[in-house]
């Protein structure tokens, strides 16, 4: 069973930055595409960004431009660097490997850890 452990959330100001991190311990890792998904209180999950095992992103149109997300195969570790934060960026952050379908949508495969709280401060 993989486990996905986030970190790296906290409380910033309004125009503040973050970088989550997410560890994964399986040795799977590298050959998985990898998504950033949040869950804000009261509201559905939503994919954030995603990236192949090729280095390919794609990212949701309320983050792009602001929003890098990068992985380390060596390391088992997927990053989302967040910059120009907004209060509507505050939610719990969560990782998963993802697979593409046809349609063009992502669907997480994996379980879901625990997520990493951000908090954005207007």
């Known amino acids: 069973q993989v486990q996905l452990v986030e970190s790296g959330g906290g409380l910033v100001q309004a125009g503040g930055s973050l970088r989550l991190s997410c560890a994964h311990s399986?040795?799977?890792?590298?050959?998985?595409?990898m998504g950033w998904y949040r869950q804000a209180p009261g509201k559905q999950r939503e994919l954030v960004a995603s990236?192949?095992?090729?280095?390919?992103?794609n990212y949701a149109d309320f983050v792009k431009g602001r929003f890098t997300i990068s992985r380390d195969n060596a390391k088992n570790t997927l990053y989302l660097q967040m910059n120009s934060l907004k209060p509507d960026d505050t939610a719990v952050y969560y990782c998963?490997?993802?697979?593409?379908?046809?349609?063009?949508?992502?669907?997480?495969?994996?379980?879901w850890g625990q997520g990493t709280q951000v908090t954005v401060s207007s």
């Open positions: 990236i192949s095992s090729t280095g390919s992103t």
């Open positions: 998963n490997p993802v697979l593409r379908l046809g349609s063009g949508a992502y669907q997480p495969f994996g379980s």
């Open positions: 399986g040795n799977r890792f590298s050959i998985n595409a």
